[in-house]
């Protein structure tokens, strides 16, 4: 079993960043699918962005050249750099891993991130 815990959530202004961490409780080099999905209220649990073992970045349409995900395998650690933040972009962000490309084997809880003026 693996556990990932997200963290980085908040409250922010249009226009502005934050950064998102998904710490899992053991390597993730393993994993060679790591990503981050948002699920918003009333709508369904989308995929944001994917990152391979090989480094490989896939992006929704509605989030590139704004978000960027990268992974740290020594840290076992997976970021989601989100920048010109919008309020379509407020939504709980949880964090996966899958053992295959685009598997998710793992999910953290959760966390929620909003956008408000």
């Known amino acids: 079993q693996v556990q990932l815990v997200e963290s980085g959530g908040g409250s922010v202004q249009p226009g502005g960043s934050l950064r998102l961490s998904c710490t899992a409780s053991r390597t993730i080099i393993r994993f060679n699918n790591m990503a981050w999905y948002r699920q918003a209220p009333g709508k369904e649990r989308e995929l944001v962005a994917s990152?391979?073992?090989?480094?490989?970045?896939n992006y929704d349409d509605s989030v590139k050249g704004r978000f960027t995900v990268s992974r740290d395998n020594a840290g076992n650690t997976v970021f989601l750099q989100m920048n010109s933040l919008k309020p379509e972009d407020t939504a709980v962000y949880y964090c996966s891993a899958g053992y295959f490309l685009q598997g998710n084997d793992y999910w953290g809880k959760g966390t929620l991130v909003t956008v408000s003026s």
């Open positions: 990152i391979t073992g090989g480094g490989t970045t």
